[in-house]
């Protein structure tokens, strides 16, 4: 098999990301985590004015299992999908062993097989680990261009 | 004038026609009688507009406001609404370093205290035109609300009549806020949920203590059993605001500084328990207070996770709450740290408040095509009364004790 550019394999990882999430594969999405990794989602206000609160943050790849968990048996909310439309990576920064990049998205948010709501859209600026087999995230914070969101966020983005 | 025919039962909180929640009437009522009305509305924290010239933009019920810190460092506010042809004055959410405020249709210019000081072309232009020598800029400002602060929190009133700001919210409900805003506060972040349903029943949603443990689930479904066994609810005497708590023992307080909550071993249990990790900050041994201070604002601290919420109407089936997450100013970076993770509780994607973000739509969508129907709110009794039991809605009643004798319904 040929070898994949890192822009390929950065691709290839998101796709695999949308789909994990898209397919309701909620228990497969920490493992795209490094163990040590920080996942947080925001607006594009708090990060220009530096404010460091999410509405989702974790500090740990078991806190994201925890989060799959409360979503699975204690949280109450609509049976619900998304549908993630992932944009091309800007690699800002790279080297053997880790790779900064910034990859825009679009969300939308279909609720009891109804109508398809446009849900969030933004960028997800990342960190990956390179060092394994497989990329692996360091740190994706998932910058919202929105400050409003609608009526609750079960399933992360 | 009451044009609408809503039935009331004839005294008392134990039944709500659930018409309340979608009548056109009853919400243009409410913008007069409540947020116009003889009512404290939050506006922000003194220390988001710290320095002259900063500012900010919000509602007071539905009318945009301008909250302004002009030269002599008093905080001013008025409607967000030239008095020329109705525009917004000021379009930014908040800014720093204004000297006034233009409209940009026709250059209207007023004052960071609301003053309009300058009409473009006033006297005319060549000698035409202009506006007439009987044009008073004194008499055409935008209306100027009352503006009283308590603990770093910025309110704003339409009303004349209404009580200074402590006797408003009366001495128990002071000394709660006091509490937590009694230190140097800081915002961390800030997001807005955008609700599905009426005001009311969000509103009503916090001052609910018969809800929190049957909808809410975390902490029952990780076994996480909270310490906290005593608590209750202090309603004010107008039944408008409300405090409701739990606290832990003070002999079992070794146990809350280690743990924060306890996890028994069956069942589901968090694999990174960090998330929950606290630390004591507040001498009372209570680890989760809901205060909320009629008609729009909601200060809360769950363990070490504080926020306000500002409730604000968009329409009678459309709620806007505004979440703004503090910390203290003295935190540690480990201190900060524990706040971050505790947020995963609250908000829009909060562990034991994103029900909170759908209730309101379930009632609001199962209350289409009623009639007279009313709901029910006989927990507790029918007393507005404070308690030492949380499964009372002695608070929700206190609610429309306030509701009804504003409303004159």
Redesign the interface.
Known sequence: MEKLSLRDRLMDFNASYARCIDTGNLESWPELFASECHYRVTSAENDRAGQPAGLMYATSRAMLEDRISALRHANVYERQSYRHMVGLPHIARGDAKEVECETPFLVVRIVQDDETFLFATGVYKDVFDLSGESLQLKRRVVVCDSSRFDTLLAVPL | MQTSTIQWIPQGETRVPLAVYRDEQVYANEQRNIYRGHTWNYLCLENEIPDAGDYRTTFVGETPVVVARDEDNEIYAFENRCTHRGALICLEKSGKGAKDFQCVYHAWTYGLNGDLKGVAFESGVNGGGGMPKTFCKDHHHPPKLRVATFCGLVFGSFSDEVDSIEDYLGEEICERIERVLGRPVE??????????NNWKLYYENVKDTYHASL????F???RLNRLSQQGGVIVSESGAHHVSYSKVNEDDFEGYRDQGLRSDQTG?Q???P??LEGFKEFNDGITLQILSVFPGFVLQQIQNCLAIRQVLPRGIDKT?LNWT?LGYKSDTPEQ??V???Q??LI???G?VS??D??VG?FVQRGIAGTDSEQAVLEMGGDSTASNSSRATEAAVRGFWKQYRVLMGV
Request: hydrophobic content about 45%.
């Open positions: 915002v961390i972040g800030s997001f807005t949920q955008a609700l599905p909808l809410h689930m975390f029952t479904t990780f589901y968090l694999k990174d960090t998330l806007d997450y900060r740290q706040r971050l993770k947020a995963n908000g829009v994607a562990f994103m029900e973000g759908a739509g």
